[in-house]
Nanobody
Framework: QVQLVESGGGLVQPGGSLSLSCAVS????????MGWYRQAPGKQRELVAT???????NYADSVKGRFTISRDNAKNTVFLQMNGLKPEDTAVYYC??????????????WGQGTQVTVSS
């Protein structure tokens, strides 16, 4: 069974930094793109950043220049370094992985979410 386990959320003051990580475990054939999404109260889930297996990245305009996504393919882990945090970054952050559990079976998997709160 595939599991995505996130860690690193918390409370931080505006302008501060947090680092999130998400480890994928279970019987996995390969992992394609990985990413981070977030959902604020009363809003739809939105893309924050994605990274392909080859290291190509994509960011939401709202986080460009402040957030950095990276991954360790050997450890099946994706990271999100968040700097210059703003109150509007407050949300539950979800990890996502597009992966294959066998050569022919592919799907998207989600973590349980981790709360990030930016407040003074």
């Amino acid at each position: 069974q595939v599991q995505l386990v996130e860690s690193g959320g918390g409370l931080v003051q505006p302008g501060g930094s947090l680092s999130l990580s998400c480890a994928v475990s279970g019987s996995i054939f390969s992992i394609n793109a990985m990413g981070w999404y977030r959902q604020a109260p009363g809003k739809q889930r939105e893309l924050v950043a994605t990274i392909t297996s080859g290291g190509s990245t994509n960011y939401a305009d709202s986080v460009k220049g402040r957030f950095t996504i990276s991954r360790d393919n050997a450890k099946n882990t994706v990271f999100l370094q968040m700097n210059g945090l703003k109150p509007e970054d407050t949300a539950v952050y979800y990890c996502n992985a597009d992966l294959k559990v066998t050569a022919m079976r592919r799907g998207g998997y989600w973590g349980q979410g981790t709360q990030v709160t930016v407040s003074s």
